[in-house]
């Protein structure tokens, strides 16, 4: 967004003298602050700087309110309830850049190059398309830091007078505070956040962006060598969460939810935690679960389970679609705990945060060379069934000959009964699947993971214990003994 296509705020110092008095305020308070700031003596102390970019569409009602004027209202409203935590500076954009405010925010997009963003901790831009049935706001925050939107959020007015109030509330929601983590060796399951500018000064009581059961989304922040210079690096931390839980000096106590043994690991040199607000406005979010090593291979048919938080109990919440995807909604928990599984096998434990974005794809490690060779195994186990129902017919057929007088037939069946499948037979074909799984390479019934190599050597070793409980030789040796006995008596008499 270029420069040249803001106008600077102009209002009547008679009229906006506490206007001009906050913004000076600010200006100044932001000239003293670090750009990129983590420093733990400081932190609580330091303001957002917050670049606040208004537009106003007011050609269906003339008159109705313009950019000026809401910005400020909102400056007034500022001062008086978030200041010091906000030192705002305003924005109107002109020409092709308020054309773009107005064709979405959800399209917008921020040059990093763009000189203006190292000044600033925020840029919050909101539209309002004033209309005869009253006026549509939005709002979208980008987090300068990490580089990250929010989704956009709208709201309707239907009273003139309630527009800026309504403007702030929804400036306030779209907001995302920005915390430092800090972790406990003693307790893997919570971690405390300090927020930026906790300690300043507040002009009213009430908390206005933290409160219980807030998400947040867990940050791995490799700082730059350079003081003041953007983070080297900024990466989710994977399948983790943090809901907060209630305030706990110094800052907020979270509960972590992860899918992974040890979220946060060890940071060794520059690497901090911290930790960025996580906007939900969507009902439900569609989960899809795909193969690790190619994308395109959905997982369907697979069984996805969902933790009870307070009882711990599991419940279904359904099968994967052909695409391997399930919807996955909104509760009054910000985090649903979800377990994939596929014939009794536990494959994936996720947490989930539904209504934060649309859709999300959730690799599941090798998982395909476990499920080739648990079909293998299965047909092995069918055919092991097969094979013992075969023999107990023949075996009761054997006796019924015998018991008939017929013992040519009976001799014929023993020898089908040689011929059959044994135990050996099995056990060769385990071992020559074993091996393969084994072999490595470009094999497609080995995986490169432990995890899921050891799941593996589990299904083999357990359907070699399944095969030791049949097709023992102990009953057709006694067969063959009663049918040698019943030949020497016919001989005999």
């Not at 971690?191 to 807030?214: A, T």
């Not at 922040?221 to 000096?249: C, F, Q």
């Not at 052909?322 to 096998?345: C, K």
């Amino acid at each position: 967004m270029a420069r040249e296509n803001y106008s600077s705020l102009i209002l009547n110092p008679s009229r906006y003298r506490r206007l001009f008095r906050a913004m000076v305020i600010g200006l100044i308070l932001a000239s003293n602050s670090n750009s990129y700031a983590a420093d733990e003596k400081s932190w609580e102390l330091e303001s957002y700087r917050v670049q606040l970019h208004i537009v106003v569409d007011s050609t269906a009602r003339p008159g109705a309110i313009s950019a000026e004027q809401l910005a400020g209202d909102l400056m007034e409203r500022i001062h008086t309830t978030i200041y010091p935590l906000w030192s705002v500076e305003i924005a109107i954009p002109q020409g092709s850049d308020r054309t773009r405010q107005l064709q979405g925010l959800g399209s917008l997009k921020t040059d990093p190059n763009q000189p203006s963003e190292g000044h600033f901790d925020k840029r919050i831009f909101l539209t309002a398309k004033v209309d005869p049935q009253g006026t549509s706001l939005s709002a979208r925050e980008y987090d300068v830091y990490t580089s990250r939107w929010t989704p956009v959020l709208e709201s309707i007015v239907r009273q003139d007078r309630m527009i800026t109030q309504k403007s702030l509330d929804l400036l306030c929601q779209v907001f995302a505070p920005l915390a430092m983590i800090q972790t406990d060796a003693d307790d893997q399951q919570h971690v405390s956040l300090i927020f930026k500018g906790s300690e300043l000064p507040r002009q009213i009581s009430e908390e206005l962006f933290v409160k219980k059961d807030d998400l947040f989304q867990p940050l791995l922040v490799k700082l730059s060598r350079t003081s003041g210079a953007a983070p080297e690096m900024i990466a989710d931390v994977p399948w983790t969460y943090l809901t907060t839980e209630k305030p706990e000096p110094p800052g907020w106590l979270c509960r972590v939810y992860t899918g992974t043994r040890r979220p946060f690991g060890r940071r060794r040199g520059r690497v901090e935690l911290m930790a960025l607000e996580l906007k939900s406005p969507l009902l439900e979010t569609q989960v899809r679960f795909h193969a690790s090593h190619d994308e395109s291979q959905s997982l369907r048919g697979y069984e996805v389970f969902e933790q009870e938080p307070a009882t711990g109990d599991y419940n279904l919440l359904g099968v994967t679609n052909y695409e391997g995807s399930i919807p996955v909604g909104r509760t009054d928990s910000p985090i649903r705990m979800l377990f994939l599984r596929s014939d009794n096998q536990l494959l994936a434990k996720v947490p989930v945060a539904p209504g934060t974005q649309a859709r999300t794809d959730i690799p599941i490690a090798d998982d395909m060379a476990r499920l080739l060779v648990q079909e293998d195994l299965e047909a092995q186990k069918e055919r092991l069934i097969d094979v013992v129902a075969r023999r107990n017919i023949l075996m009761a057929r054997t006796r019924s000959f015998m018991e008939q007088g017929q013992l040519e037939e009976a001799q014929k069946l023993v020898v089908e009964l040689n011929e059959l499948p044994s135990r050996a037979d099995f056990a060769q074909s385990l071992k020559s699947l074993q091996d393969l799984t084994e072999s490595g390479g470009n094999n497609e019934y080995h995986s490169e993971n432990p995890r899921i190599q050891n799941k593996i050597s589990k299904l083999i070793d357990n359907t070699r214990t399944l095969l030791g409980r049949f097709l023992g030789v102990r009953d057709i040796t006694q067969l063959e003994n009663e049918v040698r006995e019943y030949q020497r008596d016919k001989a005999n008499q």
